[in-house]
């Protein structure tokens, strides 16, 4: 069993893991000193740091148009990205094929 501690004591070591806490949120992360030296050799500036992590797909974030459309409630649609959606895959399993959902261009 735990030994009981005065509330004195109590606080003094809460005040003492804040400081703790403090010191290491302040501290600064391992590496940052050698992001500094390269930013400052090759003079890069926020745009070409901000490339260099956004540097997935140029499509990334874009809407897209969606390519197929459920016949029984017009409001579904799908752009044929991601996972198939429950109505139409609910349909192919019936026999009807992805191609006969297509949205017909204008």
Same mark, same amino acid.
């Given at each position: 069993?735990?030994? @009981?501690?005065?509330?004195? !004591?109590?606080?003094r070591?809460i005040?003492e893991?804040q400081?703790k806490? #403090?010191?290491l #949120?302040q &501290? #600064?992360? @391992? %590496?940052?000193?050698?992001?500094? &030296? !390269?930013?400052?050799? +090759?003079?890069?500036?926020?745009? *070409?740091? /901000?490339?260099a992590?956004?540097? %997935?797909? /140029?499509?990334?974030?874009?809407k !897209?148009? @969606?390519? +197929? ?7 579904e =649609?799908? =752009?044929?990205?991601?996972?198939? @959606?429950l109505w139409?895959? &609910?349909? !192919?399993k019936?026999g /009807?094929?992805a191609? *006969?959902?297509?949205i /017909?261009? &204008?």
């Amino acid at each position: 069993m735990a030994r @009981p501690q005065s509330l004195d !004591v109590i606080k003094r070591r809460i005040r003492e893991l804040q400081a703790k806490a #403090e010191k290491l #949120e302040q &501290a #600064e992360k @391992p %590496g940052i000193k050698e992001l500094r &030296a !390269v930013i400052k050799r +090759y003079r890069l500036g926020s745009g *070409d740091i /901000k490339l260099a992590l956004n540097a %997935g797909s /140029k499509l990334r974030g874009r809407k !897209v148009k @969606p390519k +197929y459309r459920n016949p029984g409630n017009r409001s579904e =649609t799908w =752009t044929g990205r991601g996972r198939m @959606p429950l109505w139409m895959a &609910a349909l !192919v399993k019936k026999g /009807k094929k992805a191609q *006969d959902f297509l949205i /017909k261009a &204008a």
